[in-house]
């Protein structure tokens, strides 16, 4: 335990040092810059080349950026936050927007808004719009975006007698149905017990909604009970398998989870790992149920609150999020951009694959934008197992996760 | 030769000693102190970015703790994995020794190595590879004991039996390092103890318990606190495997603090429960001195 103990002084202790750092302005004798970019897990790496342009059009500024693995990230921020010791840009995923903008991490971008035409809200889809605000400032430009929609394997739904994806709630359950009916160890539909954001999509879908302004999380509104238990259902009635199985490519491969939901990234990691189904998946947006709403995701570009190059900082972001650089950016690191306008381009709207994205991403809600978004998700997560795999009443177990939810967030 | 001077401090010593203690004093002994400190705020967060936002709170971590259920849980958790854990590493690496003893042939090299591997192997990569063994669909484990037509276990995904498989991954990866220090301690005695105890005729039992277990009493009590202080803390098992799940079945203390602390950023909290743990262990290693002594 001494280990965690030391660790945690540490960080109070760098607090005390902050005073004896400084001196490394990165400006040289010319008002040559060297802006420092922190950039997470694979983008990061790719980042590191595809700045080349940006340094030959901008000769002052030079740009360092630092690839932090996202397992460290977490970390990473907290000991730049604690030390005051950061980068000038860095890439912040949307969910930790509230958590690090409450411990006044990003510089408030309120009066430069207009002095970059790329940053305008016009520009982005409407999830991706909250995510730049924190109560009235602004805290970060939307970089890419991804959301989830549906997987599905179109010859088996086929054979279940579905020629298009499910297109409400009571068709994919049916689908489920039909397709777990197939024989013992075969599954309707593929839940990720450990993803955050699985239950509030079916709740949005629901039409459920948070009433911050108010400090009411409305877990007891009927709209969020009736998509628990929607979620639920799948697992007792056998649709969804409630132990960790195999891997999920392997399961859509082989056809035991022939339906799941997933971002972006399953395109290829599918095509790579599962060649054999080439032609036989294909990807929807969400069913329907009072909507269809998915999860917005992705990363924002904020600056770092005590940056000494704003205007680098600035033309930066600016740079990342013009529609070209979105588009070129999407060839090398298959993130999906944030500007609307990019996806007037063939290379989206003409991919199939693409397209579905497209479509869901202008019904996206981000994440509570809450500080304590992460814990009441895990919280939830945890309520949920307790009646998947505890056999809990799920009445019960929300009431007590909606008491111990509003405590968390009335606390401040 | 002027004895109501008095003699002169000899400072030599106090040099040689300065770099030690003045790097415990830093980097533990005032970090310790400022956790102890910051256990009775609510640093978060916040906090950390600028210190006016946090406020004294008085014991309220504390009483907190010991009415939440999660902290509650994973104390009866560490205690499930101390009392099954600790005994069972002492006998098995024990056990390891005293067979390796027996020869010092290549064979018995090997295995020395063999069982030594577990302890120097990347945590991660153990975590994969247990990750395999004990997956319910596909893991090695349950396909042998298909074999034999018992039914699948669900090595991971129920409370107890997970903390079960925990520990003996645990087990497995801290036979080695014991086990060392077990055969150094065995190699240790005196051949002539043996000689006179077969010339009085005691057969191999007697030997064990006579001659060969009270001569490893220090070792033992060596390897029972430093085991025990170990497992008390145990955390990189459930933090790779299982993240705590299901259902917290397999949270321990340590896990819990790390949540708190570096997922919920609570510091104020996890510092208060660090020190819960921290007067727990200092309690049952002095609970352990005692023993050893009055014996």
């Known amino acids: 335990m001494k280990k965690l103990l030391v660790l945690m002084s540490m960080m109070v202790l760098s607090l005390a040092l902050v005073a004896c750092s400084g001196g490394d302005e990165g400006e040289s004798a010319d008002g040559e810059k060297t802006l420092k970019v922190w950039a997470m897990g694979e983008e990061g790496k790719k980042l590191k080349d595809f700045v080349k342009d940006f340094e030959e059009n901008n000769p002052k500024i030079t740009v360092d950026v630092q690839a932090i693995p996202w397992g460290k990230a977490h970390d990473k921020l907290l000991t730049a936050v604690a030390s005051g010791n950061g980068p000038d840009v860095l890439q912040i995923g949307t969910t930790w927007v509230p958590e690090f903008a409450e411990a006044g991490a990003f510089k408030d971008l309120s009066e430069y808004m207009d002095d970059y035409e790329s940053f305008n809200k016009d520009n982005f889809f409407d999830g991706s719009v909250s995510t730049m605000k924190y109560n009235d400032q602004v805290v970060g430009v939307p970089w890419y975006v991804d959301t989830r929609v549906m997987y599905y394997r179109t010859d088996l739904l086929k054979e279940a007698g579905f020629d298009q994806a499910p297109d409400t709630w009571s068709e994919l359950k049916d689908a489920a149905k039909k397709l777990a009916d197939r024989g013992e160890g075969q599954y309707g539909i593929d839940i990720d017990r450990n993803d955050q954001i699985n239950p509030f999509i079916f709740a949005w879908q629901n039409g459920y909604e948070a009433d911050l302004a108010n400090k009411d999380l409305n877990f007891e509104s009927p709209e969020f009970k009736e998509a628990m238990e929607y979620y639920v259902s799948y697992f007792e009635q056998g649709l969804s398998q409630k132990e960790k199985g195999g891997d999920i490519i392997q399961g859509f491969k082989t056809g035991k989870k022939p339906i799941f939901f997933s971002g972006p990234w399953m395109i290829d990691i599918i095509q790579d790992k599962a060649p054999g189904i080439e032609g036989k998946w294909a990807t929807a947006v969400m069913p329907k149920k009072e909507s269809r709403t998915s999860s917005m995701g992705g990363s924002n570009l904020a600056v770092f609150h005590n940056t000494d190059k704003v205007d680098a900082s600035l033309k930066f972001i600016s740079y990342m999020t013009q529609v070209d650089t979105q588009l070129d950016w999407l060839e090398t690191s298959n993130t999906l951009p944030s500007r609307t306008e990019a996806w007037e381009d063939s290379a989206l709207k003409d991919d199939p694959m693409y397209e579905t994205f497209g479509k869901q991403l202008e019904q996206t809600k981000p994440g509570i934008q809450t500080e304590q978004f992460e814990r009441i998700a895990q919280e939830l997560l945890a309520t949920l197992e307790k009646v998947v795999v505890g056999d809990a009443d799920l009445e019960k177990e929300l009431e007590k996760f909606n008491k111990e939810a509003q405590e968390l967030i009335t606390e401040d | ?295």
């Open chain 2, 1 to 295: 030769m002027n004895r109501l001077s008095g003699k002169p401090i000899n400072k030599y010593p106090y040099l040689f000693i300065a770099p030690a203690v003045i790097l415990l004093v830093i980097f533990f002994i005032i970090p310790i102190i400022i956790a102890f400190g910051v256990s009775f705020t609510d640093m978060d967060l916040k906090g950390l970015a600028n210190l006016s936002n946090v406020s004294f709170v008085g014991l309220e971590n504390y009483t907190d703790l010991f009415s939440d259920e999660k902290f509650l849980k994973s104390i009866y958790n560490t205690a499930f994995y101390v009392v099954i854990g600790v005994p069972l590493v002492i006998i098995s690496s024990l056990s390891v020794a005293l067979m390796l003893n027996y020869g010092s042939n290549w064979l018995f090299r090997t295995f020395r190595g063999v069982y030594y591997m577990p302890s120097i192997t990347n945590i991660v990569a153990i975590a994969v590879i247990w990750g395999y063994l004990y997956n319910t669909d596909y893991g090695l484990l349950n396909y042998i004991l298909s074999l034999i037509s018992i039914d699948k276990i669900p090595w991971l995904q129920e409370p107890t039996i997970a903390k079960i498989s925990l520990i003996i991954l645990a087990v497995w990866k801290g036979i080695g390092i014991n086990m060392i220090i077990f055969l150094a301690a065995l190699q240790g005695i005196p051949k002539s103890y043996y000689e006179a105890a077969e010339m009085d005729g005691a057969n191999r039992i007697q030997i064990l318990f006579n001659v060969t277990l009270p001569l490893l009493r220090y070792a033992t009590f060596f390897v029972t606190v430093t085991t025990l202080i170990g497992w008390m803390q145990f955390f990189e098992e459930p933090f790779v495997m299982t993240d705590g799940g299901p259902l917290n079945g397999t949270l321990s203390v340590a896990l819990f603090i790390y949540k708190e602390g570096f997922q919920f950023s609570e510091f104020g909290y996890a510092a208060a429960a660090s020190f819960v743990l921290f007067i727990m262990i200092i309690i049952v290693t002095l609970v352990q001195f005692k023993f050893s002594k009055s014996e």
